[in-house]
T-cell receptor
Framework: QKEVEQDPGPLSVPEGAIVSLNCTYSNSAFQYFMWYRQYSRKGPELLMYTYSSGNKEDGRFTAQVDKSSKYISLFIRDSQPSDSATYLCAMRGSTLGRLYFGRGTQLTVWP | DTEVTQTPKHLVMGMTNKKSLKCEQHMGHRAMYWYKQKAKKPPELMFVYSYEKLSINESVPSRFSPECPNSSLLNLHLHALQPEDSALYLC?????WGQGIDTIYFGEGSWLTVV
């Protein structure tokens, strides 16, 4: 079993839709959770990072962490064509310095 | 805009060539990383430098040779590569290596094609 599981999609939604992206993990030592957005042929861009269980909001983006279920989510409200990208979840423990990535979910938002 | 700058953006090299990838950050970060990313795959960690010392080498073949001349610069020297080494090479940095809610910032990457 991989440490981090993420459905690769592809996911295709109309403009204005609410998008839900999810990852599950197996290592209870993971404490820090990140979402990166990667446009085609570019490096990953940090979108959100969280530590505790609960929600964190930043504009149209909401990151949710449920440590009891080992499940994290990223919600995108009022999705735009410019949101079309691959979204990578990543996580690590307090002493485990390396990042563990999900496979990435490819999202297309069509006008 | 990313504050991790990588050059060149694209590189084509033959299997007998020697080339280098360069990375620079001016955020005062003390940890720097090289990742390799193949198409439709997540980034894979290659090397970690912490305070200019090599901390992690993920069993990377010796044809890849990292160098950290100072806290702002990171190089990846390439020699006798194979076509399967063609990938996006990402440099990244963070405040420190694996401390607290330290976040990792990536550069735009260098696209390498080995012919």
């Amino acid at each position: 079993q991989k440490e981090v599981e993420q459905d690769p999609g592809p996911l295709s939604v109309p403009e204005g839709a609410i998008v839900s992206l999810n990852c599950t993990y197996s290592n209870s030592a993971f404490q820090y959770f990140m979402w990166y957005r990667q446009y085609s042929r570019k490096g990953p861009e940090l979108l959100m990072y969280t530590y505790s269980s609960g929600n964190k909001e930043d504009g149209r983006f909401t990151a949710q962490v449920d440590k009891s279920s080992k499940y994290i989510s990223l919600f995108i409200r009022d999705s735009q064509p410019s949101d079309s990208a691959t979204y990578l979840c990543a996580m690590r423990g307090s002493t485990l310095g390396r990042l563990y990535f999900g496979r990435g979910t490819q999202l297309t938002v069509w006008p | 805009d990313t504050e991790v700058t990588q050059t060149p953006k694209h590189l084509v090299m033959g299997m007998t060539n020697k080339k280098s990838l360069k990375c620079e950050q001016h955020m005062g970060h003390r940890a720097m990383y090289w990742y390799k990313q193949k198409a439709k795959k997540p980034p894979e960690l290659m090397f970690v430098y912490s305070y200019e010392k090599l901390s992690i080498n993920e069993s990377v073949p010796s044809r890849f040779s990292p160098e950290c001349p100072n806290s702002s610069l990171l190089n990846l020297h390439l020699h006798a590569l194979q076509p399967e080494d063609s990938a996006l090479y990402l440099c990244a940095s963070s405040q420190d290596w694996g401390q607290g809610i330290d976040t990792i910032y990536f550069g735009e990457g260098s696209w390498l094609t080995v012919v």
